[in-house]
């Protein structure tokens, strides 16, 4: 099993930055790809980005493209999304995902984190 426990949100002003932390327990976490999921108040979860088990490549939804940036150190179980230039439609509860393979559909992902709240405001 993987528990992940993510960190990071907090409110910014818009065009701010944020880190995201996902550390992940357990030893199939460099076994695991990894994504990120956001879902704002009233609308579905949505997928934000996706890196694979090496971190060799990286998907991003089309919204976030140019602006955020995962990462993953297998050494420390910890998986990062660095959110540059924020923007006020960006505020959301920000979720870490451990699946077998990167999916923009929730349902792939077994393990999910607890969720970090994110505001952006204008």
């Known amino acids: 099993q993987v528990q992940l426990v993510a960190s990071g949100g907090g409110l910014v002003q818009a065009g701010g930055s944020l880190r995201l932390s996902c550390a992940a327990s357990?030893?199939?976490?460099?076994?695991?790809?990894m994504g990120w999921f956001r879902q704002a108040p009233g609308k579905e979860r949505e997928f934000v980005a996706g890196i694979s088990r090496s971190g060799g490549n990286t998907y991003y939804a089309d919204s976030v493209k140019g602006r955020f940036t995962i990462s993953r150190d297998n050494a420390k179980n910890t998986v990062y999304l660095q959110m540059n230039s924020l923007k006020p439609e960006d505020t959301a509860v920000y979720y870490c995902?451990?699946?077998?393979?990167?999916?923009?559909?929730?349902?792939?992902?077994?393990?999910w984190g607890q969720g970090t709240q994110v505001t952006v405001s204008s």
């Open positions: 357990g030893r199939t976490f460099s076994s695991s790809a």
């Open positions: 995902a451990a699946g077998a393979r990167v999916s923009y559909r929730v349902d792939p992902y077994d393990y």
